[in-house]
């Protein structure tokens, strides 16, 4: 990829059943477009006694997007959505003023071996837009835009890219692109990109500047418009940005927002379990203690 910026490596992070990945926010590079969290969940095998259980807990301000390779999780939210997400499928939530949401492995997988993979993502919703009301959109694969140009093989998970458009409801202008190659190819994506870009290696290698670069890596540009780079054969990787929003964002927890008003409202009304509960969902996670800077930008 020409004009890299900075390198960021995936770090352990511990979410109770299991490790994933942490990719943003990170130290030298908060936010990329609009793009606050990302987590690359497993590869995680889990047996016929674990299962993936996160019990009602709340957003503010953000919409959620999850995105499998491998394996289901059960969505269940305070807008009495009940939906399985599977591999190649979009979960998109958008919390607003305030949603309650769970993530559990499905009844049917339950009591058997199973594989859990994929990305979490959360994309901060523009100052106009972290008050309102909430809302949870699903796409199955076959609603996305996919094409192939040779052995490159695309897929837009959100967003717009070269006069293409996802389904889900963004909310700022943004792209989140999967991009498959077969073969080695050298791609120049910088005339159809905007605003800020990374790029994240799931698996394979990418080439640019004389370095190869390898899984787990996520990789930033200086320029979107000067996108280029080598990908080797059986390369995946997402391409992902977009125009960063102009106010700075706060986080605490699952909370983003602009102002420490909006944050501390939220805080309160969690501890008071005022926020409206998940149906059929009785358990919660409790606010955790207060971190010392939360200052994102």
């Not at 990829?1 to 590079?29: A, Q």
């Not at 698996?203 to 996520?218: A, N």
Request: with cysteine; net charge negative.
């Amino acid at each position: 990829m020409s004009n890299i910026n900075l390198i960021i490596e995936e770090r352990p992070r511990n979410i109770g059943n299991f490790m994933v990945g942490r990719l943003l926010p990170f130290k030298d590079k908060r936010m990329v477009g609009p793009f606050i969290f990302i987590d690359h969940m497993g590869p995680v095998s889990l047996s016929e006694k674990e299962n993936m259980d996160i019990p009602p807990h709340p957003h503010i301000g953000l919409s959620t997007l999850t995105y499998l390779f491998e394996g289901a999780i059960m969505h269940r939210d305070s807008l009495g959505t009940e939906v399985e997400i599977k591999p190649g499928q979009v979960n998109w939530m958008t919390a607003g003023s305030g949603i309650v949401h769970s993530e559990r492995t499905p009844g049917y997988l339950r009591h058997s071996d199973k594989t859990l993979h994929g990305l979490q993502i959360w994309v901060a919703l523009p100052k106009d837009h972290e008050d309102m009301a909430c809302s949870f959109y699903h796409a199955d694969e076959e609603d996305l835009p996919q094409w192939t140009e040779g052995d490159i093989r695309y897929r837009l998970i959100a967003g717009t890219y070269a006069g293409k458009a996802a389904p889900v409801p963004v909310y700022s202008p943004l792209y989140l692109l999967e991009i498959k190659s077969s073969t080695e190819q050298t791609l120049h994506l910088g005339s159809e990109l905007y605003g800020e870009a990374g790029l994240y290696i799931l698996e394979g290698s990418v080439t640019g500047e004389g370095h190869t670069f390898e899984p787990r890596q996520l990789l930033v540009a200086k320029d979107a418009r000067l996108c280029t780079f080598t990908m080797a054969p059986g390369t995946t990787i997402y391409i992902f940005g977009g125009e960063p929003l102009p106010e700075d964002r706060l986080i605490y927890w699952n909370f983003v927002a602009t102002d420490h008003e909006h944050i501390d409202k939220a805080k309160e009304k969690w501890k008071a379990q005022d926020f409206v509960p998940v149906p059929g969902e009785t358990g919660f996670v409790p606010l955790p203690p207060e971190p010392s800077n939360l200052k994102i930008k």
